[in-house]
Each structure stands twice: as structure tokens, then as C-alpha cells.
């Protein structure tokens, strides 16, 4: 697949669409203590559409009109004169590059995960945009768009509002409610309680870490491949049971959960791992429901933290999945409101005093291994799908080409039947044991 690059230019907002003056491109935001603690990095989606589909001109003119909206996506990081991290509002404007190959879409040749997919969108490293499109037409008419953002500005639940009020603003159709955007909330307590050690999960000593540990080796990326599982609905709902069984029905576990479990002891046994061996799953919390007062659905930032469920190797294989499944439900119910208050009492006050004392996030250390580990990125319940340029919904939603061994993405299927797609990378020597055990219950 040759893909032509046939423009790439700056795409700033327009405020045509409202009765106010543009504002000031003076103004900053500093980071909340969410956005702080984040992957600080782009992230890459692609989307597929049958033609016919709007011209490249009215999906940047929508692009244009959301803009004015999402500020913050125009803008650029930077420091204030405090030295505090920030997004600086001065409209610098976000990538769109226009490309075209002269082929055929096939979405299962040209769309399957691999490297290609990287030439279907801008470079995730060196920009200095916030926001890069890139426009993809082929010979046939279809559409590909490859949308990356970066991390320290929105987490994944704001990123699908955004995404889906600027196919709104293509149709020339009301935004809905505007995002709220007061990072000010994450306030601490008075006095502060931090009742959690925070600076042994959210942050890390840099100088505590091994360098020669498997979580930060560099793999080649030929060595692993990403494999794109579906799991039924039916599968599901009997794995669901199978994870509540030796409950006596006094539980009863998500299908995230249960996937999830079943997902970690696959893992495990492709990998071959057994003994005393610890393992981890790191899953992304929202806290949009765990403070007091909730903060809206329409927020815009980062308001995540990650749960830990861990256990020794050969006990999740000698107990299997109604264990397996417990250990992650409850590390996952750990981080309540008392937590998230804790890590905001904690950013807040204590991390100043360590700020110099070479702490990091440990959501920074994303490498291409994370063995003998998991990482989860669930975009189950984000409305990815519902970005609508005027030619309805997508027929392919997915994330680009991430060959991180152990980093595992969880979507709804296109179907709409409640149904699962995963994807999954993982080394070329340990897929044909990983599909043996995928679909046994």
C-alpha cells in the first residue's frame, strides 16, 4: 500500500460559528494532577468509511468549528512562569494532512495490524501539534482517517466527546453540551490525608528502577505480531457464569472483569510463566464517578488512575478463572473516592516536596515489553464509533499498529450486539498456544 501525501498544512480554529470575538491566545492552563500523572505521549486511532463520504474540505471546516470548542487541542504544552506544566491556548492549530492511494480499500488486507497502518496517519513522535489528522482517500472512494492525540491532554472518555462533536460540526448540527473544562476542582483536603503510598504506584524513584528488567528491554518489533480476537456474546456471558461459579451467587463479576481474568491466564500460559513468579494487570479507573461532588461526563481532561491486581503465577493457573477474576474485582474496587481523594491530597502537597527527588509516573514507563505483565486500555462504553462526518458510522475502528508485548486493547465490536474485539500483541512464538487456550472455557 503506497500512500501519497499530498498536502500537510496547520489547522487553527475558527470562531465564524459564534457571536463572540476570538478570545485571548495569551491565556495557559496548567495541568491538573491527572494530566500530570498520564502516559506523555500521542496516541493513534484510525477510521475506515465507504464511500460516498464528505469532501476533505467540509471535514476541515468541521475540524475548524470544534476547535473553537476544544481549545486546548489547538493550543501547545508548555511551562508558566512558575514552572508548572501547562497547555498554552494560543491557537497554534493542529496537523491535517491529505494523502491518497490509488488502490482499493480492502479492510481485511489493507486494515489488519501492521506496520502500514503507521503511514495511514501522522508521526507520533516529534510534533509538536497536539492533534494531527490525516485524511487517506483511495482509489475506490473510501476514506481512511488517522486521528492521534496526546495523552497529557485528554484521557480516552474525552477524547470520544471530542471526536464525536466534530462529526456534529461537519453535519452543521449542534455540539450538544459544551465539555466542562475546570481542571481548579482537584482540590485537597484540609488538612490533606494521603492514606495510600502513592509514590510506590503512581510514582516511581527512577533511580529504583531496574534497567535491566524484562518491563524496560527493547524487543524488535518483528518479533512480535498483534492479533485481532472477537469474542461472541455468547462466549462471554458463559465466561461471566464460569467467574461467578464457586461464588454461590453472592458476587457477580462484569464481563469486563471476567474477560479480563480470562485474558491474563491466557497470557500467562502462551507465555509459559509457572512458579513464584509475580504478575500484575494494570487497568485504567475513571474517577468521573468517584468523587464527591461527581464531576460531568462532559469533562475535559484526564481524570484517571490505574488498579494493580497481582498474584503469583502459579496461583492464578492452580485456581484459574473465579480466582483470577476476584483478584482483579477487587483491586478494581480499591479505587474508590477515598482513593482519588488520596492521590489528589497527594499530588497536591506531598509531591512537591519530592517533586526534585527524581520521582516519575510510572504510566512513563510504556516500553515495547511489559512481560511478565499486563497492561489494559478498555475503550469499552466511549462512543468511538458514533464520529459521523455525514456518511454515517464507520465500517473499521481501531487503534494503529502498537507492538507492545502485554499492552492489551478492549473495544466494543462494530456489530452492536454487545459483542468484543480485542487487540492483542504478542510474541510470533507464543500466538499458536495463546489461540489453543483463547476460546476454552
Not at 464520529?387 to 456489530?415: A, K, Q
Request: hydrophobic residues 35%; charged residues 20%; contains cysteine.
Amino acid at each position: 500500500m503506497e500512500v501519497m501525501i499530498e498536502s500537510s498544512r496547520i489547522i487553527k480554529p475558527s470562531y465564524e460559528w459564534g457571536d463572540c470575538s476570538p478570545p485571548l491566545t495569551t491565556k495557559c492552563i496548567p495541568l491538573s494532577v491527572f494530566d500530570n500523572v498520564t502516559f506523555s505521549c500521542h496516541m493513534a486511532v484510525i477510521y475506515a468509511y465507504h464511500p460516498p463520504n464528505p469532501p476533505n474540505s467540509a471535514i476541515r471546516r468541521g475540524l475548524e468549528r470544534v476547535l473553537s470548542i476544544y481549545r486546548e487541542w489547538a493550543g501547545r504544552l508548555g511551562k508558566n512562569s512558575k514552572g508548572e506544566n501547562v497547555i498554552l491556548l494560543n491557537d497554534g492549530g493542529v496537523r491535517l494532512v491529505e494523502a491518497s492511494v490509488e488502490g482499493r480499500l480492502d479492510p481485511a488486507m489493507q486494515l489488519k495490524q501492521s506496520p502500514a497502518l503507521l503511514n495511514l496517519h501522522p508521526s507520533l513522535k516529534g510534533g509538536e501539534e497536539l492533534v494531527q489528522v490525516q485524511l487517506t482517500r483511495f482509489g475506490c472512494g473510501s476514506l481512511v482517517v488517522g486521528f492521534t492525540a496526546h495523552h497529557l491532554v485528554a484521557d480516552g472518555h474525552a477524547t470520544s466527546n471530542f471526536l464525536v462533536a466534530w462529526g456534529k460540526a461537519c453535519r452543521g448540527v449542534g455540539l450538544g453540551q459544551p465539555p466542562m473544562y475546570d481542571r481548579s476542582v482537584f482540590v485537597p483536603r484540609d488538612p490533606p490525608r494521603v492514606e495510600y503510598d502513592h509514590n510506590r504506584i503512581e510514582y516511581l524513584n527512577k533511580k529504583l528502577i531496574n534497567p535491566y528488567d524484562p518491563a524496560n528491554a527493547n524487543v524488535p518489533a518483528e518479533n512480535i505480531v498483534v492479533l485481532k480476537v472477537h469474542f461472541p456474546t455468547k462466549f462471554l456471558s458463559d465466561l461471566k457464569s464460569l467467574a461467578s461459579s464457586l461464588l454461590g451467587g453472592n458476587k457477580k463479576y462484569s464481563t469486563f472483569e471476567s474477560l479480563v481474568a480470562h485474558l491474563w491466564l491466557c497470557k500467562m500460559k502462551a507465555r509459559g510463566l509457572g512458579g513464584e513468579e509475580t504478575t500484575h494487570v494494570r487497568i485504567s479507573v475513571n474517577g468521573r464517578t468517584k468523587l464527591n461532588p461527581l464531576i460531568s461526563n462532559n469533562y475535559f481532561g484526564n481524570l484517571v488512575l490505574w488498579a494493580f491486581p497481582k498474584s503469583k503465577v502459579k496461583d492464578l493457573l492452580g485456581e484459574q478463572l473465579p480466582y483470577t477474576t476476584e483478584v482483579i474485582h477487587d483491586a478494581v474496587s480499591k479505587l474508590n473516592r477515598d482513593y482519588f481523594q488520596s492521590f489528589i491530597d497527594y499530588a497536591n502537597t506531598k509531591l512537591k516536596d519530592y517533586s526534585s527527588n527524581n520521582l516519575v509516573p510510572s504510566a512513563g514507563l510504556l516500553n515495547s515489553v511489559i512481560g511478565p505483565n499486563l497492561e489494559v486500555h478498555s475503550w469499552l462504553g466511549f462512543p468511538f464509533y458514533s464520529l459521523d462526518f455525514g456518511c454515517g458510522s464507520p465500517h473499521t475502528f481501531m487503534p494503529s499498529y502498537f507492538p507492545t508485548e502485554g499492552s492489551i486493547f478492549v473495544l466494543p465490536s462494530l456489530i452492536g450486539d454487545g459483542s468484543i474485539d480485542v487487540f492483542i500483541p504478542i510474541y510470533k512464538e507464543h500466538v499458536e498456544r495463546f489461540m489453543q487456550n483463547c476460546y476454552v472455557l
